[in-house]
């Protein structure tokens, strides 16, 4: 883990842009860069804005009032996000690509930039015309289609508030949303393809409505084509919406603090948490990720293996159309029909970036390296990854296979409540396997153990000490939740819920979430360093670890495994693995069993969901499975070997 893998080089150091900022600025270390943008935040979010040029109605006349956990930001200020994703690259831009569509099934499409400004100033109008307007909260239960771009930059270019969810969720899921929201109209669709195989959505959509009597209209995208039920008291399809609005539309000059999105959280117990971001919020962050994390420019072609569900959507779009770049959305499957389906969406569009989730890798690993090996991937300058802690095998193959030893891996690591990053490399840093490098630009953020001391060298609680523009304005209609989920522990730190470690060198690691800490005989251990001496062994191909009781120990280890298509189920095998995890963390965290099991339950964005797998093992009621792709799995956990 000390071995450094990719050094900066060429154009990462002489011509990114944060090499531009810190010439800028005649800052010539990266260690002195963190230093100052986490020390002066009102300074760093100031000169970045100013460096990005993000632009204003009106200019804020400061940076930052108060401190957590209710700070205010860009105190004075007025902007839109549109306006700086989309309305000021017209004209210049208007023949550019804006978005490309790689759909499950058919042809691709491409927006320009131009024809996406006319329909988002059509559906905006329509919007308006039909008496909404600023502040009206709207949902946005759509597939990966363009007609979910429209739809969201519409409802933001009118002030209004988009609340995006998985397309993938049950009705009751959404009914939960859209109730606690409070929303006036959703954005639907007739279904959409996954597999090649038709998914129903308008159907659940029409239970969740039947519930929400704050609804007033539901529009509906066409994208299967086939009947669907419809209710002319409230339906109406998306393109005699569109029809209805004039080709120009004033953008709403919305206050800095001004809520653009609520995005709720995928947790798998307990009501779920609407997080509340503004405009300036949003702009700022996601500017700054993209610009100088991924040094995005008009040239790039950004690909993001993501759902509008996951902050990964509105992070993606909302970042990339900043910059005038180009950007993909993928409706389909990483592996179908064949293993390279990634790999042939980079070689055909030329991607520039390209951003994965660790468990998406380590599906792709079992096709083997044929796959990305019969296509041209020389396009990519920055893989990108989030979600989860990675193993180092997994992500050395990406490395390796996906990137060929030339480009940074940018694995970044918050969360929806920030919709951004903690912890993030830059094109200038060195990177270790699996390393997230240290921490993000103007994110004072550090690692304590329970005295509240900063700690090396040890795993220890991700805090952030300052504010941050994108911190959700707490939960929505539940001010008191957010207190206690982010600030019971200290009343003024910002306690993330990961752990966090820094070695020797300060490179900086995540080690899983604080709630799923295992406690065995007093050691303190994440799942995800057992995880990864899982994946170590030749036969496994996925991994989650669990802590259970035990009436002495405190807790003991069982461990859930996918084994790789060549390996067969048997007791050598198990002992074998067992044998695996003692030799390299030791005959305290000896697994009290393994477990053979096909599938491992994830949510829609790959994120083992290792509670629900808790209490399905211990059989207690595993709670609200509404963020649960792949339902099977979760009884698969009840019948395993």
Known sequence: MNQIIWEPYGEY??????????????????EDLIQKSSGDISWFWDAALKDLNVEWYQPYQKVVEGDMPWAKWFVGGKLNLIHNVLDRHL???????????EPDTGPTKTLTYGELYQKVNQLASALRKQGFGKGDRMGLYMPMIPEMVISFLAILKIGAIAIPVFSGF????????LQDAEAKVLFTADGSFRR???????????EAVAQCSSLKMVVVAKRVGEFIPWNPKIDVAFFDLLAEGDLEAETEKTEAEDHSLIIYTSGTTGKPKGTVHTHAGCQAQMAKELGYYFDVKEESIFFWVTDIGWMMGPWEILGVLTFGATFIIFEGAPDWPQPDRLWEVVENHKVTHLGISPTAVRLLIKSGTEWPQKHNLSSIKYLGSTGEAWDPESYNWFFENVGGKRCPIINISGGTEIVGCHLAPLPIT?????????????????VWNDDAQSVR?????????????SMTKGFLNDPQRYLDTYFSKWPT?????????????????????????IKVAGRRTGPAEIESVLLEHSAVSEAAVIGVPHEVKGEEVVCFVVLKPAFQISEELRKDIKDQVVKMMGKTLTPRDVRFVKMLPKTRSAKIVRGVIKKKYLGQPVGDLSSVENLDAVEEIGRSE
Not at 13 to 30: A, G, V
Not at 96 to 101: E, G, Q, R, T, Y
Not at 196 to 206: L, S
Not at 494 to 512: L, P, R, S, T
């Open 13 to 30: 150091l002489e011509k990114s842009n944060i090499s531009r900022f810190m010439k800028k600025h005649q800052i010539s270390t990266y």
């Open 91 to 101: 004209p210049r831009l208007k023949d550019k690509p804006a978005f490309i569509w």
């Open 170 to 177: 049950g009705a009751q899921a959404l009914a939960t949303r």
């Open 196 to 206: 090649g195989k038709e998914v129903k959505i308008k159907e659940a959509a029409d």
């Open 430 to 446: 060195a990177l270790k396997p699996c390393t997230l490098r240290g921490p993000g630009l103007g994110m004072a953020v550090d």
């Open 457 to 469: 060298g040890e795993i220890g609680y991700l805090v952030c000490k300052k504010p941050a523009p």
């Open 493 to 517: 730190i910002w306690n993330h819920g990961d752990w966090a470690y820094v070695d020797e060198d300060g490179f900086w690691f995540i080690k899983g979430r604080s709630d799923d800490t």
